[in-house]
């Protein structure tokens, strides 16, 4: 009994790991490929969610599944959209821990605002949460010698608001991985349509589309998939405070494989984001 309870727990450590990795791993890849001029930021994302649809309708087709899902109609994939595209083009100019940052520091906040839009009261501690998240952030773009781009910030703040619309309407779904499967297929025409309007700007190397699938088909086909199957041996709450550590592998990634600089004003935004969040987390509950 004891042997079982610890595989079980040894398993669900195992693909929480992989899991939180893989969404680390998609900074990496992103930054690396558009920060070498390897790809084109339209490209990158168009070549991701067709990696990703292909990988996640494979997984499926495995389990003997179609990439249906509980039907949301068109904002799932428009969000998904957001959050893809606009993604990729702020990895122009950020680094890949900076963007994670402000990816990670955004949806949480986004949906901690929408939860307070309809009417969850939380404690005083967990709105004294939020301020610290936000300043985390807002301190992270202000002005300064090693400031993140304007720009690519700003399109980073909308792709973590996409994604976190995205999250809100994914939660209530039965079947995630066939769900998300739908949504990858749903969102690869609006990808194509960016890709043709940014037709000019095309420029892609072997290397930039090997990343550009290695995002899509393993970081996040398989990454979802990973977590899905990690979320079951996880409450709500642990998996949240979990998520925190994906900007946290990214940064140290950014610094052992892109040779990113690890500077002070990072460091301290993240003490700030991620510590107030991690309050909101454990003391939310008015």
């Known amino acids: 009994m004891n ?9 669900t450590a195992l693909l929480t790991l992989l899991a939180m990795i893989a969404f680390a791993a998609n900074s990496l890849l992103c930054r690396q490929a558009l920060g070498g001029g390897l790809i084109d930021a339209a490209s990158f994302a168009t070549v991701r969610t067709f990696s990703g649809a292909a990988m996640l309708a494979l997984l499926l087709a495995l389990r003997g599944k179609a990439p249906t899902g509980r039907p949301t109609g068109w904002r799932a994939p428009l969000m998904l959209f957001t959050y893809m595209a606009f993604f990729s083009f702020a990895y122009l100019s950020l680094s890949a821990g900076t963007g ?8 949480q906040l986004t949906m901690f605002a929408v939860a307070l839009k309809r009417g969850e009261r939380f404690s005083a501690l967990a709105l004294a949460g939020i301020a610290i998240a936000l300043a ?4 992270l773009v202000l002005p300064g010698v090693t400031a993140p781009d304007p720009l690519g910030a ?10 976190g619309f995205y999250t809100l309407i994914g939660r209530s779904s039965t079947e995630p991985l066939a769900t998300t499967a739908r949504n990858f297929l749903l969102t690869l025409p609006l990808t194509i349509l960016v890709s043709l309007l940014f037709w000019p700007d095309t420029n892609y190397q072997p290397a930039g589309l090997l990343l550009a699938v290695a995002s899509g088909a393993i970081a996040s086909g398989c990454g979802y998939a990973i977590w899905y199957a990690a ?38 935004a993240s003490v700030l ?14």
């Not at 998996?239 to 004003?265: D, K, N, W, Y």
């Not at 984001?273 to 008015?286: C, D, E, K, Q, S």
């Open 231 to 268: 979320l079951a041996g996880l409450t709500a709450t642990r998996a949240a405070i979990i998520q925190l550590s994906v900007p946290v592998i990214a940064a140290i990634g950014g610094v052992l494989f892109l040779a990113e600089p690890l500077t002070a004003r990072i460091i301290i």
């Open 273 to 286: 984001t991620i510590g107030g969040v991690l309050i909101v987390i454990t003391r939310r509950t008015a």
């Open 136 to 139: 985390g952030l807002v301190y």
């Open 100 to 107: 994670a940052l402000i990816l990670f520091g955004t949806v």
């Open 154 to 163: 700003a399109l980073m703040v909308i792709a973590g608001i996409g994604w």
């Open 3 to 11: 042997n079982a309870f610890a595989g079980t727990h040894g398993r």
